[in-house]
């Protein structure tokens, strides 16, 4: 309920401000279980990708955001909630797994899943590998996966600014992809992650990293050169 208030409020408001330039819509299936993935280049990509899908998108958001303390942790949780992000502890391991049966549970309703592959915000604007967990996903509950890319984002809201600049935001969709095999098989999850990733990059233009974005982060972190 509090989404789809949200939405309806939100949408004219952000459609008249942002104009938003949308190609390929009609790739996103408007019924059943489906992947969005997405190039991650701001906080508003969460914002500006749901708001042109006609159905929910349901993203898979960091626990962290949702037990912040305080009226701020109050608000910031509040607004997760209204984007439609659901919680889970993405950290390593068994929280890992617990991310990805909660977003098998929901496509297995249905559900429209809205996923960032390269797992937190690119540091520079450029695409950097993709983390398997969706393909494990779209291989065991046989979703499709419909490739998205975001452009502009970083420059409406650089990450730490707070009130984005007028500026057009445009996206991507591109044609849905299916996968199928053993979910088990470490080699073919990659394989099927980098199809996703090249995907991505063929509609973004993006240049490529082959190393995760969270590394990156950290060597930044540390003043080195990636």
Excluded at 53 to 65: C, H, Q, S
């Amino acid at each position: 309920m509090v989404y789809t208030t949200l939405k309806s409020f939100l949408s004219p408001l952000l459609m008249l401000t942002f104009r938003p330039k949308v190609t390929g819509l009609r790739q996103v299936p408007t019924v059943g279980p489906v992947i969005i993935a997405s190039n991650h280049l701001s906080f508003s990509d969460s914002i500006f990708m749901p708001l042109v899908v006609p159905r929910k998108v349901t993203f898979l958001a960091k626990a962290e955001y949702f037990t912040s303390p305080g009226i701020k942790g109050f608000i910031k949780k509040i607004t997760f909630i209204a984007l439609g992000q659901v919680p889970v502890d993405r950290a390593g391991g068994r929280r890992s797994e617990a991310a990805l049966l909660t977003g098998l549970e929901l496509l297995k309703e249905g559900a429209c899943i809205g996923i960032y592959p390269e797992g937190t915000r690119s540091p520079d604007g450029r695409l950097y590998k993709g983390r398997t967990g969706i393909a494990r996903m779209a291989i065991e509950s046989g979703a499709p996966v419909v490739p998205v890319a975001m452009f502009n984002t970083a420059e409406i809201q650089p990450t730490g600014k707070v009130v984005p600049k007028v500026q057009r935001v445009e996206m991507v969709f591109g044609e849905p992809m299916y996968f199928e095999g053993d979910s088990s098989n470490v080699q073919l999850l990659r394989e099927a992650t980098d199809r996703i990733m090249k995907a991505i990059q063929q509609i973004s233009g993006q240049e490529t990293v082959d190393m995760y974005a969270s590394e990156a982060k950290s060597r930044i972190a540390r003043g080195e050169k990636i």
